[in-house]
T-cell receptor
Framework: ELKVEQNPLFLSMQEGKNYTIYCNYS?????LYWYRQDPGKSLESLFV?????AVKQEGRLMASLDTKARLSTLHITAAVHDLSATYFC??????????????FGKGTKLSVKP | NAGVTQTPKFQVLKTGQSMTLQCAQD?????MSWYRQDPGMGLRLIHY???????DQGEVPNGYNVSRSTTEDFPLRLLSAAPSQTSVYFC?????????????FGPGTRLTVL
């Protein structure tokens, strides 16, 4: 059974600080997705990582994928209040001809305080 | 394009009642899925469809039925609502490609079963 574990589950940061959210998964996969969810809202796609060593950056967020370690990271640089949200990683456990159904981590609730 | 739409946005049911959550997409996506989101649990797959006339079970299918008569629509039926089905339900769709299958989520339906 594929498991996707995120840590930490809760993160309280001060504005201007850096931090990293970790996403570990238990089976081989080279497709990983990061989503953001604001309270009461739907999921918004942030990054799509499709190969080992993939790195994507958007503003203060940078995501990377290490398929050998089965690890993805979401790094936050100089956090601002607007980044407060819940972040999910999701793994596609199959490759080639699969149904592509995603397995989600439990989410990391990020709170950025002044 | 409207993307993925869901109705209703909110619903309160009594135990034992039945209802249908509606989901539609106008992106001509082959794949559609239903997830439920519970606090601290992330998103869990209920049912999915890889095309009109084809459906299959996900991780938590009990108590739910689906059908897919058209590419656009994928309704989720609760046969006899139970308090354990209180949750937020998200419908998602994606293309049928093998390599890149980012899922697009609807706005969600918040269901309470009393």
């Amino acid at each position: 059974e594929l498991k996707v574990e995120q840590n930490p589950l809760f993160l309280s940061m001060q504005e201007g600080k850096n931090y990293t959210i970790y996403c570990n998964y238990s089976t081989t996969s080279d497709r990983l997705y990061w989503y953001r969810q604001d309270p009461g809202k739907s999921l918004e796609s942030l990054f799509v990582l499709l190969s080992n060593g993939a790195v994507k950056q958007e503003g203060r967020l940078m995501a990377s994928l290490d398929t050998k370690a089965r690890l993805s990271t979401l790094h936050i640089t100089a956090a601002v209040h607007d980044l407060s949200a819940t972040y999910f990683c999701a793994v596609d456990p199959n490759y080639g001809g699969s149904q592509g159904n995603l397995i989600f981590g439990k989410g990391t609730k990020l709170s950025v305080k002044p | 394009n409207a993307g993925v739409t869901q109705t209703p946005k909110f619903q309160v049911l009594k135990t034992g009642q039945s209802m249908t959550l509606q989901c539609a997409q106008d992106m001509n996506h082959e794949y559609m899925s239903w997830y439920r989101q519970d606090p601290g649990m992330g998103l869990r797959l209920i049912h999915y469809s890889v095309g009109a006339g084809i459906t299959d079970q996900g991780e938590v299918p009990n108590g739910y039925n689906v059908s897919r008569s058209t590419t656009e629509d994928f309704p989720l039926r609760l046969l006899s609502a139970a308090p354990s089905q209180t949750s937020v339900y998200f419908c998602a769709s994606r293309t049928g490609g093998l390599r890149y299958n980012e899922q697009f989520f609807g706005p969600g339906t918040r269901l309470t079963v009393l």
